[in-house]
DNA sequence: TTGTAGGCGTTATCAG
DNA sequence: CTGATAACGCCTACAA
């Protein structure tokens, strides 16, 4: 494998010291004009890269944010994979690269993490957190933020999460506006802190425009196709004019039972979705012909924003301590006017 | 932040000099039993762990893997994601950690990664592959092994892919013993590799059957739900005993053509699909509560063995130049003896 | 079995 | 504006 030139063999080309030559990379310090075309030229000619590992021992610092991701069987579902993206880009339009730790089941992160000193921040995501690496960051003021929300005992962390409260407050709000009184709600629970989020915001949205909750309208934790479809057959006994669904996969099946109910959207019955997962709701929508209207959660931009935090974090910033991030209503053509 | 102690601490405080700690650590050498527990006491002590930055600098080498994921959109597939898992599993089995490098569209990667030093190898994957990038890798001899088939003009590289050919060959020999001859086929495509891989392996199982090969059953290209209902559509007024899918969107519009048409799987028509997307086959499988027969493309498998192969390449040792991996075939509930 | 000296490639510090 | 020198923390090579 060809070597690389190094700053040394720069700065004896340029005729200069390796500090200046250092000087001009970094566009630090005041360096000539002259001297500085100098040292251009000769990096231009010996394919000059400064040696990232280098500069990392010598600034103690490496400009690599590390992700972990906690998964319940060692694959990612789709959900995780675009907040992954996301941590990227971000990290990336801030120069910093991304070293993601994952697929270890049952095992702690945290020592490699802050005394390897391969990463200057950590962001931690997924449902199964490995307390014992949090409260080992945590003592150690190693930088760190959650995706979602958190609250551990005796620790305020930093975190960023999408604010569910209000995305489903919209969502319902608008079908209020519409009209619609009597609006079902699919995908409570009161485990999942999304989902329990979400109900809130229904809840929310109601009262505000005094429309009374009816617990006859709202149907357990619903994850799946199978849920949804389940689900949607019960809920459809009480005559709603509309509904609102927790998941992607809940959604289609909640929409094939309307369908073989021989029911309309939005003519009969209005509809809104979570399209957590972008790529299937896009798929479907072109599948049933009709744009379902949705909640978007900005997964890429959530990524961004924890990546942002991460780094301001690390690099001393003044960072608050907790961040929401707005749930986008795609207002499409599954909702009626009454 | 609390700073971590370093070797020549930890040297000192077991009285000894820090190549003895060095050796330790690295379990190299000979040490003697005593002060060999000396040291371990004095790391324990001192809750000592070995900079990494340092040791790379040090050896040349980072333990790190780099992985270029080339997207369309900016946002990986869930296709993807699920191989970056699997290369992720491999690299850490094997003591490498992994450097995901994506999401700078149009941007040139290589020469941050031959020159950064900061990955010791590289494996790329994705369509539009920057020619650019593997140009200036192959000829700075740095290490890099491709997912997916690969020629490029004038390179041979190492390369790791589904067999796509024998998968497909296998599923249709299956459905050929169980007796069937009208088998259509949905998902030619003369662009994608993969595809054109798949109708290959069609092709050889009737051939070798001695069936004859009627284009009028074969389909073109079907990436969507949409397509495969389609397709499948036309495909019916073939009345073909059986059916192969080129991937699970298409495989969820064909199902559902059948199903609209009045028929049964398996009575009416035998299946086979591909589940690539597996998260998704799953929720399928549940809400149609039928377990569907598909050829597997183990994408954790195909990662980890992109892993195993470019930690081979960089650590000098013996590689094979092609190699692939097998499709599991899935032999579940949609197929009929005739 | 253990230690000494030097180097990996860069940056920080302090002089000039 | 420029340069010498000493880190950064570890490893390799050689010596004892």
Redesign the interface.
Known sequence: ??R?SNLIEVAKAAGVSNMTVSRVINNSGNVSEKTRQKVLKAIKELNY??????R??ARKK?N?LGLVVYTEQ?????FY??I??GV??GA?ELGY????????EDQSYS??I?????VDGVIFMGVKINQHDIRNVH?????YVFIGKREIEGIHPYYISPDYVKGTRMAAEHLIELGHTKIGFIGQSRIIEPDYDKLLGYQEALFKHHVVYNPQLVFEESQ???DG?NAMKELLKQKPTAVIINNT?AT??AT?AIKEAGLQIPEDISVIGFDDNQ??NE??N??IGLELSTIRIPK?ELGKEAARMAISLLEGNETPKANFIDLHFMKNDSCKKL
């Open positions: 494998m060809t690389s890269q400064p040696n990232l590992i280098a990392s021992l490496t690599i060692g694959v990612h579902p789709a994979n675009e992954i993206n990227q880009k990336s690269d991304l070293l993601v730790f994952a697929n270890r020592d490699r802050t005394h390897s000193s391969f003592e150690k003021g190693f930088p799946t196709q199978l479809y996969y289609i099946g094939t790529e299937l798929q479907y072109d599948f890429v």
